[in-house]
């Protein structure tokens, strides 16, 4: 069974650091771009980081930009999402998502996401 | 950025009514638009891409339009398990991806 599993959330102060993990299962992580959505505590979604399939490629939303750092490991099958001088904006649950190959027509997509990870910035 | 538009944010429906969802871009996205169901304490579901074409295992009661600035969802004969919020999200011009605010469709 194809599976994210997000990991490494928790508590954390104003101004502190954290390190999400996300394990892929299933399927060769090294085909595929991923992401990191988040979504704060009742509201909606928003998209924070890409990594293409190599690595080669990263982007950010302006919300992280410069304080977040996307990662990816894929012979473990991990992605990482490095998280620096965090505010109580970034709590959130954080989830991480695959994209299709760029060669579907549904590339830029979210298809499988996993069940995410709560953040709590606060002191 | 394109900026995307959801009405009405809520829905109050019946089981079995239908109801249409609308979602609106800043700036036109051709078909490169997706929706996602999301139910409470769940991860979001990609439900439809490139406008209209329903991912695997999506029930045909959920079907997708529009092309351009204006893209409609569609949900005909609403189950129990179809209560939920429902997001748009850009794919033509990123960075950044973009998602519309929701619709919570509710009994």
């Known amino acids: 069974e194809e599976q994210l599993v997000e990991s490494g959330g928790g508590l954390v102060q104003p101004g502190g650091s954290l390190r999400l993990s996300c394990s892929a299962s299933?399927?060769?992580?090294?085909?595929?771009?991923m992401n990191w959505v988040r979504q704060m505590p009742g509201k909606g979604l928003e998209w924070i980081s890409y990594?293409?399939?190599?690595?080669?490629?990263?982007y950010y939303a302006d919300s992280v930009k410069g304080r977040f750092t996307i990662s990816r490991d894929n012979a473990k099958n991990l992605v990482f999402l490095q998280m620096s001088n965090l505010s109580a904006e970034d709590t959130a649950v954080y989830y991480c998502?695959?994209?299709?190959?760029?060669?579907?027509?549904?590339?830029?997509?979210?298809?499988?996401w996993g069940q995410g990870t709560l953040v709590t910035v606060s002191s | 950025e394109i900026v995307l538009t959801q009405s009405p944010a809520t829905l109050s429906v019946s089981p079995g009514e239908g109801v249409t969802l609308s979602c609106r871009g800043s700036?036109?996205?051709?078909?490169?638009l997706a929706w996602y169901q999301q139910k409470p304490g769940q991860a979001p579901r990609l439900l439809i891409y490139?406008?209209?074409t329903r991912a695997t295992g999506i029930p045909a009661r959920f079907s997708g339009s529009g092309s351009g600035t204006d893209f409609t969802l569609t949900i005909t004969g609403l189950q129990s398990e179809d209560f939920a919020v429902y997001y748009c999200?850009?794919?033509?011009?990123?960075?950044?991806?973009?998602f519309g605010g929701g619709t919570k469709v509710e009994i």
């Open positions: 999200q850009q794919y033509n011009h990123w960075p950044p991806l973009t």
């Open positions: 998502a695959r994209q299709p190959p760029i060669t579907m027509v549904d590339w830029g997509t979210f298809e499988m």
């Open positions: 490139d406008a209209s």
């Open positions: 700036d036109s996205v051709g078909t490169n």
């Open positions: 990594m293409s399939s190599s690595g080669s490629s990263v």
């Open positions: 299933g399927f060769n992580l090294r085909s595929y771009e």
